[in-house]
């Protein structure tokens, strides 16, 4: 009997969101669920940007990909040990979440990308056959685990990524074929400057290099005392600069061309939805491996951990209604018209009663970590921007994420007020260095979305994968593909009805292919 009602149930919310996933309708939260929204757009009779399909190194055959979305058995996708290895001999796992969707809405994908210089011209909406090389992620792909053969003119970096879909999966999956190239053509501009790691980046591109600038200014300053070409006010004579500079590294190079193309990206899923179904929205996990470096930037509920000699370092943070309170609230301070006349950006403890106008009552503001009192007002009968507490915080009471990509079309139910002013695209970007440290065969990364982390402490999964590796043969490339397969089972089967779907992607930090 329980069977029975469990398939039913499946099936009616499989009905609800097939509409969603395929006309882009409904709201939704994101990580932490939400509901009630509405789209504004429609965009039910465009094509899709990219067809569904699981993430391309599962190589699932589309009868593969309709079992995988059995609500009721949830199989467990791992990778094929018969394939070709993914980068790192990185592990991953999925399993189709209780019901809450049709299809599984996250999205993975793990590539090798190579970036030179650009030869000319600028192309600003980088596609899935973007000019810069990509070293295919698929299983039969070549080269995965091979060093760049020239690096004379470029630099390649590794790269992960997890998008958790809400409210359909067309954000995702188009997230996931192209934000990688959107990162690749940032790159593209300063790859030059990378690879000359002694010299810091110039403040305007096309200037020397400051060292080779002050034995400009040296050989000019010789040169002027025999009243050559270099003589003070040439125009050969560098202008002398009475203010301080600030010394950018390398390192914040790299951040600042990973959060322009997460904006990027966010641009360009606005931009093509008028002419692309693009449903709903993302989180978006992401990890690039560039000159020794991990950086991974996190916009959403995602979760990143390394896992270093039993170890648990922390790599992003959640970004939720109670984590992002304070700039919500400021946000509708300073523009009290995206409240749309129905919300206020004051927090309560509980909702305002009538009766209670004229009383004082617990509140906190934008600019508040504790709480006071103040007299209520009319105006704070309306209901609060941020409602509900945990995991079921909601922005505007429909999407519990704060950070992603995509729901544009995102509206507060049965109104015209669009939640999109109050969500952001701009990541998180935290590094490691990998050569700060000596690495063991069992210090591990694991990325997740928050299926894992809702059920399971960061100490917990550690202590799941410290348990299991060290029973494998250290030299066995394929126990980081069994091991994401274990920290799944343990999410399945600890609450098979309620839990969304999870993305376990493992990547050994030890190894030296950067």
Known sequence: M???????VANFMGGIMAGSSDH???????????????????????????????????????DEVECSADHIARPILILNKETKRLPWTTGYAEVINAGKSTHNEDQASCEVLSVKKKAGGTNSTPNKNSSTKRRSSLPNGEGLQLKENSESDGVSFHYWSLFDGHAGSGAAVVASKLLQHHIAEQLQEIVDILKNSAVPPPTCLGEEPESMAANTRTLTRAASLRGSVGAPGSPGTPPTRFFTEKKISHECLIMGAIETAFREMDLQIERERAVYNISGGCTALIVVCLLGKLYVANAGDSRAIIIRNGEVIPMSSEFTPETERQRLQYLAYMQPHLLGNEFTHFEFPRRVQRKEVGKR???????????????????????????????????????????????????????????????????????????????????????ATDGLWDVLLNEEVAEAVTNFLPNCDPDDPHRFVISPFYISLARCFSDSDCLPGMCCCLCSASTDQY
């Open 2 to 8: 329980l069977t029975r009602v469990k398939s039913a």
């Open 24 to 62: 882009g309708s409904g709201g939704g939260g994101g990580g932490g669920g939400g509901g009630g929204g509405g789209s504004g757009g429609g965009g039910m009779d465009l094509p899709l940007r990219f067809p569904y399909g699981r993430p391309e190194f599962l190589a699932l055959s589309p």
């Open 361 to 447: 009552m617990l509140y906190r503001d934008f600019n508040m970590t504790g709480w006071a009192y103040k007299t209520i007002e009319e105006d704070d009968l309306k209901f609060p921007l941020i409602y509900g507490e945990g995991k079921k915080a909601r922005v505007m009471a429909t999407i519990g994420v704060t950070r992603g990509l995509g729901d544009h079309d995102l509206k507060v139910h049965d109104s015209n007020i669009y939640i999109k002013p109050f969500l952001s695209s701009s990541p998180e970007v935290r590094v490691y260095d990998l050569l700060q440290y000596e690495h063991g065969p069992d210090d591990v990364l694991i990325l």
